[in-house]
């Protein structure tokens, strides 16, 4: 039972993870390597805390948390994550709410399903290299790793902090004891994949700009100032924050939008409880946030039925589960298990140094051949960025050569990421079920068949593109 002494140690600890907040958006603004690095606030915060906190430095430590606020730290994640996650399908299809839908420009279905179908491939392959490593280290039978090792590769390469911070959440739903470890693993994967991924990114921008393989020809050194320092002086340059639906005398617009989405949460965990309930095995594997998800499609369908689409803005909303993700991901590092990740310090260098590799050859030679010289390297600088770290990566990396995004790059890629969450209905669960008691090889060949069937999607996405061409082309000769 909750008392007021525990609800004042939580609050204290958040506002510990505050204060490494501010110091982390201080240190991005004023030390260089953090700018060159493009490090968001809250990874620098969360290293701060880590590596001068008591998890590291023990007695001695500089920042002297008491262990109740690392305690805390490790949960949070799990717990943030619900709202995060079922917040995604509030606003879609509704009036502006549709990411960049309207500001495609004509850009065909093809490019977008091409977009969509590559990044899920990619996500899924990184899983089997994952998998795979576990298996090649396992060979020999002394390996010391558990079962569903490699499944945080994918976890926090292609889902960044944020998703790396869920796994922890799913491993401890799903009864398995090493959940504070594996999101350890996750969080340390999704740290290696944005640095690395940032990294690489700008020299790939360098050498395709030399080689005149960039479609708007900028130099990694024109990007903005404000980019790299992480924050904006100019007031008149400063975006607004979102649409104002609601007069703050009746209620604010961000509580309106918060309170759909713990609505959603609340619902989600009413009705997990109640299917579970029902003894049923699939039903007690899937996580809380699937069912949030599925509970704010629904509710999204509703404001849209009802004619209250003008109420949601989707700015609002991402300024709402973007403030979140920040605290989440700075719990999740500051409280990442050193010593228990150590242990595997070794395959987790194997994997990410392979899942670098291949997802560049997937992304750069596999997804470059589909676009061929249709602003190819700009599609791919993006997916890149997204796949070893979030959206706002591949954004970022797709700024410095396209400043303005004049290609087509960023609307069609928003709009294919926008339908994992779609897809991510069907295969989320596939996969979850199989993590609850599949064994590594089982996992390693889901991952595999799962990344043929996206494969395929972008063959017939491909495939269907050169039909259509080479209709319009027969149109055309008659005329």
């Given at each position: 039972?909750?008392?007021?002494?525990?609800?004042?140690e939580?609050?204290?600890?958040?506002?510990?993870?505050?204060?490494?907040?501010?110091?982390?958006?201080?240190?991005?603004?004023?030390?260089?390597?953090?700018?060159?690095?493009?490090?968001?606030?809250?990874?620098?915060?969360?290293?701060?805390?880590?590596?001068?906190?008591?998890?590291?430095?023990?007695?001695?430590?500089?920042?002297?948390?008491?262990?109740?606020?690392?305690?805390?730290?490790?949960?949070?994640?799990?717990?943030?994550?619900?709202?995060?996650?079922?917040?995604?399908?509030?606003?879609?299809?509704?009036?502006?709410?549709?990411?960049?839908?309207?500001?495609?420009?004509?850009?065909?279905?093809?490019?977008?399903?091409?977009a969509?179908?590559?990044?899920?491939?990619?996500?899924?392959?990184?899983?089997?290299?994952?998998?795979?490593?576990?298996?090649?280290?396992?060979?020999?039978?002394?390996?010391?790793?558990?079962?569903?090792?490699?499944?945080?590769?994918?976890?926090?390469?292609?889902?960044?902090?944020?998703?790396?911070?869920?796994?922890?959440?799913?491993?401890?739903?799903?009864?398995?004891?090493?959940?504070?470890?594996?999101?350890?693993?996750?969080?340390?994967?999704?740290?290696?994949?944005?640095?690395?991924?940032m990294?690489?990114?700008?020299?790939?921008?360098?050498?395709?700009?030399?080689?005149?393989?960039?479609?708007?020809?900028k130099?990694?050194?024109?990007?903005?100032?404000?980019?790299?320092?992480?924050?904006?002086r100019?007031?008149?340059?400063?975006?607004?924050?979102?649409?104002?639906?609601?007069?703050?005398?009746?209620?604010?617009?961000?509580s309106?939008?918060?309170?759909?989405?713990?609505?959603?949460?609340?619902?989600?965990?009413?009705?997990?409880?109640?299917?579970?309930?029902?003894?049923?095995?699939?039903?007690?594997?899937?996580?809380?946030?699937?069912?949030?998800?599925?509970?704010?499609?629904?509710?999204?369908?509703?404001?849209?039925?009802?004619?209250?689409?003008?109420?949601?803005?989707?700015?609002?909303?991402?300024?709402?589960?973007?403030?979140?993700?920040?605290?989440?991901?700075?719990?999740?590092?500051?409280?990442?298990?050193?010593?228990?990740?150590m242990?595997?310090?070794?395959?987790?260098?194997?994997?990410?140094?392979?899942?670098?590799?291949?997802?560049?050859?997937?992304?750069?030679?596999?997804?470059?051949?589909?676009?061929?010289?249709?602003?190819?390297?700009?599609?791919?600088?993006?997916?890149?960025?997204?796949?070893?770290?979030?959206?706002?990566?591949?954004?970022?990396?797709?700024?410095?050569?396209?400043?303005?995004?004049?290609?087509?790059?960023?609307?069609?890629?928003?709009?294919?990421?926008?339908?994992?969450?779609?897809?991510?209905?069907?295969?989320?669960?596939?996969?979850?079920?199989?993590?609850?008691?599949?064994?590594?090889?089982?996992?390693?060949?889901?991952?595999?068949?799962?990344?043929?069937v996206?494969?395929?999607?972008?063959?017939?996405?491909?495939?269907?593109?050169k039909?259509?061409?080479?209709?319009?082309?027969?149109?055309?000769?008659?005329?």
């Open positions: 039972m909750l008392t007021s002494a525990m609800l004042s939580l609050l204290c600890s958040l506002a510990a993870i505050g204060g490494l907040l501010l110091l982390g958006t201080f240190l991005r603004a004023k030390v260089k390597i953090f700018q060159k690095l493009f490090l968001p606030a809250s990874v620098i915060g969360g290293f701060i805390g880590l590596l001068l906190g008591p998890v590291v430095m023990g007695e001695n430590a500089i920042f002297k948390f008491p262990r109740e606020y690392i305690n805390n730290w490790t949960l949070i994640p799990g717990i943030l994550i619900v709202p995060i996650f079922a917040s995604v399908p509030l606003g879609m299809f509704m009036n502006g709410g549709s990411g960049q839908a309207k500001k495609k420009s004509g850009s065909a279905l093809s490019k977008v399903l091409i969509f179908a590559i990044f899920a491939a990619v996500s899924s392959v990184q899983s089997a290299i994952g998998f795979g490593t576990n298996l090649l280290f396992s060979a020999g039978g002394n390996s010391g790793l558990y079962r569903t090792f490699g499944y945080e590769l994918s976890q926090g390469f292609c889902g960044g902090h944020g998703t790396a911070g869920a796994v922890g959440r799913i491993m401890e739903d799903l009864g398995l004891d090493y959940w504070a470890t594996a999101q350890g693993v996750a969080t340390t994967t999704a740290t290696v994949g944005i640095i690395g991924g990294l690489s990114g700008i020299v790939f921008i360098n050498i395709a700009a030399r080689k005149g393989k960039t479609s708007v020809l130099k990694a050194e024109d990007i903005p100032a404000h980019m790299a320092t992480g924050c904006i100019d007031i008149s340059a400063q975006a607004s924050m979102g649409r104002d639906s609601f007069v703050n005398s009746s209620i604010e617009t961000t309106f939008h918060l309170a759909l989405m713990l609505g959603a949460c609340g619902i989600a965990y009413f009705v997990m409880n109640r299917l579970k309930a029902t003894g049923i095995s699939a039903f007690s594997s899937l996580p809380v946030w699937i069912y949030a998800m599925v509970i704010m499609f629904a509710i999204n369908r509703i404001l849209i039925a009802i004619k209250l689409d003008w109420a949601v803005d989707t700015k609002v909303k991402s300024k709402i589960s973007g403030a979140m993700s920040d605290f989440a991901i700075t719990c999740a590092i500051a409280s990442l298990p050193v010593q228990a990740v242990e595997y310090a070794v395959p987790i260098a194997v994997m990410c140094a392979v899942g670098f590799v291949i997802t560049y050859l997937l992304i750069f030679v596999f997804q470059g051949a589909l676009y061929k010289d249709d602003c190819a390297f700009e599609r791919s600088i993006i997916a890149w960025g997204c796949a070893t770290g979030v959206m706002i990566t591949g954004m970022m990396l797709l700024k410095i050569c396209d400043p303005d995004y004049e290609t087509p790059a960023l609307a069609d890629f928003s709009v294919g990421f926008s339908l994992l969450s779609l897809s991510g209905l069907v295969t989320t669960p596939l996969t979850i079920s199989f993590l609850a008691g599949g064994s590594t090889f089982e996992n390693f060949a889901l991952s595999l068949v799962i990344a043929c996206y494969f395929l999607i972008a063959f017939g996405a491909k495939a269907s593109e039909i259509t061409v080479k209709k319009e082309v027969k149109g055309a000769v008659k005329i």
